[in-house]
Nanobody, 119 residues
Framework: QVQLVESGGGLVQAGDSLSPSCAASGGTFSNYAMWFRQAPGKEREFVAAIHWTVGATSYADSAKGRFTISRDNAKNTVSLQMNSLKPEDTGVYYC?????????????WGQGTQVTVSS
C-alpha cells in the first residue's frame, strides 16, 4: 500500500511563499495526486490536483493564480508552490491519491504538514 509523507510546511508572513512536497513510498501516485487543507475549526477542503500520468491540473478558486501544483514522476513526489500567501491559507496541508475521479477525494492520505501564515 502506498504511503504518503508531506514535508515543507512552516511559519511565514503574509505575502511570502512556501512549497510543501509529498513523497510516495511502497507504491506510486495513482490517477490524481491532490492537495487538501484543513483550517482550525473547518472542514477539509480541496486545494489542487494533478493527474499523475497526463499532467492535467485543477485548482480551487482560492488557489488559482497563486498556487502551482507539479509532479516529479522519477522521484515519486508532488509539490505545491504557494505564492502570495494569506493568513486564510493557514491550515494543515494533506496530500492524497488513489481514486480515478477528483470528486471521490483521496483513497490514501499523508499525515499532513502545518502551514501558518501570519499577518
Amino acid at each position: 500500500q502506498v504511503q504518503l509523507v508531506e514535508s515543507g510546511g512552516g511559519l511565514v508572513q503574509a505575502g511570502d511563499s512556501l512549497s510543501p512536497s509529498c513523497a510516495a513510498s511502497g507504491g506510486t501516485f495513482s490517477n490524481y495526486a491532490m492537495w487538501f487543507r484543513q483550517a482550525p475549526g473547518k472542514e477539509r477542503e480541496f486545494v489542487a490536483a494533478i493527474h499523475w500520468t497526463v499532467g492535467a491540473t485543477s485548482y480551487a478558486d482560492s488557489a488559482k493564480g497563486r498556487f502551482t501544483i507539479s509532479r516529479d514522476n522519477a522521484k515519486n513526489t508532488v509539490s505545491l508552490q504557494m505564492n502570495s500567501l494569506k493568513p486564510e491559507d493557514t491550515g494543515v496541508y494533506y496530500c492524497a491519491t488513489g481514486y480515478p475521479t477528483l470528486a471521490a477525494g483521496g483513497k490514501h492520505w499523508g499525515q499532513g504538514t502545518q502551514v501558518t501564515v501570519s499577518s
